[in-house]
């Protein structure tokens, strides 16, 4: 039996002995920066399987009574792997931000050490998942083990759609613990697109006040206040998670059109009057057009208050897909515009994969995204040309086209990669497998894009980051992993929930483990045990029949 810990890590070994953690084992956080992380555990464990530690600073003496210790020390942890890419907070993987740690288990405790609190804090996190595993009658037995881990590379992301449906800041906090508890330390909010507005930019009220109103279709609109933004900063930095912010532009700006109608340059496809139908509505080729001195007085406000609201994000992601319609060139200019205006603010830009079309330095990031033999399997399929109208059709494909070109060319200027393939890690694909819950059935026939071929939990661990785009061979490319959920079928939080869990926890595996290409069972033996954390959460998981049925079974409530 491997030990039931996602990502896997590096060095896991078992050894003698054993220990009973249960309520009242005290947690020794030695060194004050260890304070926060002792107590974050304590309350994420308490939320996992209901054991009660409490937090101490003074260290227990020798021969005395079982505990968990935390420290700050670098000892053992030389022969890790080091980790490749980029940290989304700008920080150094082998300084500040070294995640290096270990833990050791026997009859004395456990002891958890690495080379910052970050370190700490994701061997914390392994611990949790052994615990969840062990969970009996209120206690868990962890047999003795040492295990040390790095993780392989730095940017660990999920972007979230919070644009075709409003999701609450509870929401938004719950997918946070989700991604910590899988060791990602990077959220991406999609704020803006088509159907909706949802960060505040004081200078420009009627973003908000006009184009938050609405969502996709008739779901609520809704947009994050200045307060609630920081509140959202300040609880993933809790847990290590960095917020990096999306403006997506020049495209997929009708939300932006129709706050502020000036702008100029939206253009309704379809027949039927946009105004009675509701933002987005119709397809429409809305993109910022970069010849207006408007424009970037709009970018320019727009820069100013996202950045000032993550202050803890080094990157600012600028979008830059699916400009339809728009000549490339104008594209390329907007897109190198955007990224000087980011990069005079102290920031550096990120942005899907047609950025690369554009001339960009070697510290911009791009966000792969298309997979070419899926992408033309999509746009080939009779749901793809049956959801898109006929006068659309050919901007559409004429655009996709051109996507096998772009990985080349970021790696020709020198940009690395955040791995994103459609058909690994869009969680937002419908469910293959059957749920061994009947009443899940309807929700996996209803969410989940109706354009993509459905996927397995297996799919989304049996591959590897580097094999994944075409002219990538090393690590080095590599900037970090990063799934996506869209959100055109996502109606609720469950919907969206159902979607995330337990798929994060393979896009962790991906990101953090040095794997190759998992092996299904093995992963699926490790995975199996977590779910009573998930159940205990109130998560709304895909109860997926390629898991053991003892696990997908609902728990008996009480
Ligand atoms: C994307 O899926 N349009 C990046």
Same mark, same amino acid.
């Given at each position: 039996?491997?030990?039931?810990?996602?990502?896997?890590?590096a060095?896991?070994?078992?050894?003698?002995?054993?220990?009973?953690?249960?309520?009242?084992?005290?947690?020794?956080?030695?060194?004050?920066?260890?304070?926060?992380?002792?107590?974050?555990?304590?309350?994420?464990?308490?939320?996992?399987?209901?054991?009660?530690?409490?937090?101490?600073?003074?260290?227990?003496?020798?021969?005395?009574?079982?505990?968990i210790?935390?420290?700050i020390?670098?000892?053992?942890?030389?022969?890790?792997?080091?980790?490749?890419?980029?940290?989304?907070?700008?920080?150094?993987?082998?300084?500040?931000?070294?995640?290096?740690?270990?833990? #050791? $288990? =026997?009859?004395? +405790?456990?002891?958890?050490?690495?080379?910052? /609190?970050?370190?700490?804090?994701? !061997?914390? @996190?392994?611990?949790?998942?052994?615990?969840?595993?062990?969970?009996?009658?209120?206690?868990?037995?962890?047999?003795?083990?040492?295990?040390?881990?790095?993780?392989?590379?730095?940017?660990?992301?999920?972007?979230l759609?919070?644009?075709?449906?409003?999701?609450?800041?509870?929401?938004?906090?719950?997918?946070?613990?989700?991604?910590?508890?899988?060791?990602?330390?990077?959220?991406?909010?999609?704020?803006?697109?088509?159907?909706?507005?949802?960060?505040?930019?004081?200078?420009?009220?009627?973003?908000?006040?006009?184009?938050?109103?609405?969502?996709?279709?008739?779901?609520?609109?809704?947009?994050?206040?200045?307060?609630?933004?920081?509140?959202?900063?300040?609880?993933?930095?809790?847990?290590?998670?960095?917020?990096?912010? #999306? $403006? =997506?532009?020049? +495209?997929?700006?009708?939300?932006?059109?129709? /706050?502020?109608?000036?702008?100029? !340059?939206? @253009?309704?496809?379809?027949?039927?009057?946009?105004e009675?139908?509701?933002?987005?509505?119709?397809?429409?080729?809305?993109n910022?057009?970069?010849g207006?001195?408007?424009?970037?007085?709009?970018?320019?406000?727009?820069?100013?208050?996202?950045?000032?609201?993550?202050?803890?994000?080094?990157?600012?992601?600028?979008?830059?897909?699916?400009?339809?319609?728009?000549?490339?060139?104008?594209?390329?200019?907007?897109?190198?515009?955007?990224?000087e205006?980011?990069?005079?603010?102290?920031?550096?830009?990120?942005?899907?994969?047609?950025?690369?079309?554009?001339?960009?330095?070697?510290?911009?990031?791009?966000?792969?995204?298309?997979?070419?033999?899926?992408?033309?399997?999509?746009?080939?399929?009779?749901?793809?040309?049956?959801?898109?109208?006929?006068?659309?059709?050919?901007?559409?494909?004429?655009?996709? /086209?051109?996507?096998?070109?772009?990985?080349?060319?970021?790696?020709?200027?020198?940009?690395?990669?955040?791995?994103?393939?459609?058909?690994?890690?869009?969680?937002?694909r419908?469910?293959?497998?059957?749920?061994?819950?009947?009443?899940?059935?309807?929700?996996?026939?209803?969410?989940?894009?109706?354009?993509?071929?459905?996927?397995?939990?297996?799919?989304?661990?049996?591959?590897?980051?580097?094999?994944?785009?075409?002219?990538?061979?090393?690590?080095?490319?590599?900037?970090?992993?990063?799934?996506?959920?869209?959100?055109?079928?996502?109606?609720?939080?469950?919907?969206?929930?159902?979607?995330l869990?337990?798929?994060?926890?393979?896009?962790?595996?991906?990101?953090?483990?040095?794997?190759?290409?998992?092996?299904?069972?093995?992963?699926?033996?490790?995975?199996?045990?977590?779910?009573t954390?998930?159940?205990?959460?109130?998560?709304?998981?895909?109860?997926?029949?390629?898991?053991?049925?003892?696990?997908?079974?609902?728990?008996?409530?009480?």
């Open positions: 039996m491997p030990l039931p810990v996602i990502p896997r890590p060095v896991m070994e078992l050894a003698d002995g054993s220990v009973i953690v249960a309520d009242g084992m005290p947690v020794v956080a030695l060194g004050p920066i260890l304070g926060p992380v002792a107590q974050r555990f304590a309350a994420d464990l308490r939320a996992d399987t209901g054991i009660e530690l409490p937090v101490v600073t003074e260290g227990i003496a020798p021969g005395g009574p079982p505990a210790t935390l420290a020390s670098e000892g053992g942890l030389a022969g890790l792997a080091p980790t490749s890419g980029v940290r989304a907070d700008g920080r150094s993987v082998t300084e500040d931000a070294d995640e290096r740690h270990a833990l #050791e $288990i =026997d009859a004395d +405790g456990v002891r958890v050490w690495g080379a910052t /609190a970050e370190a700490v804090f994701r !061997g914390t @996190t392994t611990l949790r998942q052994l615990l969840v595993a062990q969970l009996e009658g209120g206690r868990a037995e962890l047999r003795g083990a040492r295990i040390a881990d790095s993780p392989r590379f730095a940017w660990r992301g999920l972007s759609d919070v644009a075709r449906t409003f999701h609450s800041p509870e929401t938004v906090r719950r997918v946070i613990d989700m991604c910590s508890l899988y060791k990602l330390n990077v959220l991406h909010l999609h704020l803006t697109d088509d159907q909706g507005w949802r960060v505040e930019v004081p200078s420009r009220p009627l973003l908000t006040e006009v184009g938050a109103r609405g969502a996709l279709g008739d779901r609520p609109g809704g947009f994050y206040r200045l307060h609630e933004i920081a509140a959202l900063v300040a609880y993933a930095a809790e847990r290590f998670v960095t917020v990096v912010p #999306e $403006i =997506d532009m020049p +495209g997929h700006a009708s939300a932006a059109f129709h /706050a502020y109608p000036e702008l100029g !340059g939206l @253009t309704p496809m379809g027949s039927g009057p946009l009675a139908e509701g933002i987005g509505s119709l397809p429409a080729i809305s910022l057009d970069p207006r001195p408007e424009v970037w007085a709009f970018v320019e406000d727009v820069l100013d208050a996202v950045i000032s609201q993550f202050p803890a994000s080094a990157y600012v992601h600028i979008g830059g897909d699916e400009a339809f319609g728009m000549p490339d060139t104008a594209h390329a200019t907007f897109v190198e515009k955007v990224i205006l980011v990069r005079a603010r102290g920031r550096l830009a990120v942005g899907w994969q047609e950025i690369a079309r554009a001339a960009i330095d070697g510290d911009v990031l791009v966000q792969y995204w298309m997979d070419p033999a899926e992408t033309e399997s999509i746009t080939g399929s009779e749901a793809f040309q049956s959801a898109v109208p006929a006068e659309f059709l050919p901007i559409l494909l004429e655009a996709l /086209a051109k996507s096998t070109e772009d990985v080349p060319r970021a790696l020709e200027q020198g940009a690395k990669l955040l791995i994103s393939p459609t058909n690994r890690v869009y969680l937002d419908p469910h293959a497998a059957p749920s061994a819950d009947p009443a899940q059935e309807e929700r996996r026939r209803r969410v989940g894009l109706p354009v993509y071929p459905p996927a397995s939990l297996r799919q989304g661990v049996e591959w590897d980051p580097i094999d994944a785009a075409l002219g990538v061979d090393s690590d080095e490319q590599v900037a970090g992993v990063e799934a996506a959920a869209w959100g055109e079928t996502v109606t609720d939080r469950d919907d969206l929930e159902f979607l869990m337990p798929r994060l926890a393979g896009v962790g595996e991906k990101a953090w483990a040095i794997s190759g290409a998992t092996d299904w069972d093995e992963f699926a033996l490790r995975l199996a045990p977590h779910a954390a998930w159940d205990r959460r109130g998560w709304e998981w895909f109860r997926s029949q390629e898991l053991p049925a003892a696990v997908t079974a609902r728990p008996v409530s009480g």
